[in-house]
C-alpha cells in the first residue's frame, strides 16, 4: 500500500447464538465495489463463534456471502476474527466457546483449509496473542497464514508486543479501536 491508498476491511459474515441471526452486512457488496473503484484494498472477514458450528460449515458460509479472494492487487485475502467469546453471558461457554485446545486448532484447521479448497488461498488470522495461547496452547501450525495481530497501545514505539507463537511477524497490527481514522486503527508491516 502507498500513502495515498487506505485499506478497508468489509464484514462478510458472522455467526450468532440464533440461526435467524446470522448475518452478512447487507452493505458489503456496495462497499466492496466501490472500495475498488476509487482503488481501496479490501477484503472480507468472518467473526467465528466455534460454539456455533463446525469450522468447514462457517467457512462455506463466509465464502459463499462475500469471503472470496481475486490475485486483483486490490483484494485481500479472507480473514478469519477469532478471539474471546463476546457471548459467554448468554451462551454458557469461556472464552474459549467452551472448546478444549486441541478442539479449538481442529476448528481453525477446518476452516482454514476449506477457505483453503474454495477460494485458493489462506485465510488470514485475527486474534490476540493472549486468547491464542489460552484457547489453542500456542500452537505452531498455521505459520502459512497471515497474522493480524490484535494488541492496543498507547504508544505506538512500544511495538506490537510478544506475537502468538506461530508467527514470527504481523501483516497487519491494530493497535486501537479508535484514533485519527474512523474505525480501528491499523499498521501493515512492510
Known sequence: MTGTQRGLTVPASCTSRQPSNDCTSSSSSSQFSNAKQV????GAYHFANTYESTGAVQASYFVTHGGTWSNDGQTLPPMLDIEYDPYTSSDGTNSCYSLSQPAMVAWITK?????????????????????????TGGNRSFASNSLLVAYWVDNLSTGAGQLP??????????????????GDQDLVQR
Open 39 to 42: 482503488g481501496m484494498v479490501r
Open 111 to 135: 476452516f482454514s483449509n476449506t477457505v483453503l479448497s474454495l477460494t485458493g488461498t489462506l485465510p488470514a488470522i485475527y486474534t490476540t496473542t493472549n486468547w491464542w495461547n489460552l484457547c
Open 165 to 182: 507463537a506461530t508467527w514470527n511477524t504481523y501483516s497487519l497490527w491494530q493497535y486501537a479501536d479508535s484514533g485519527v481514522f474512523l
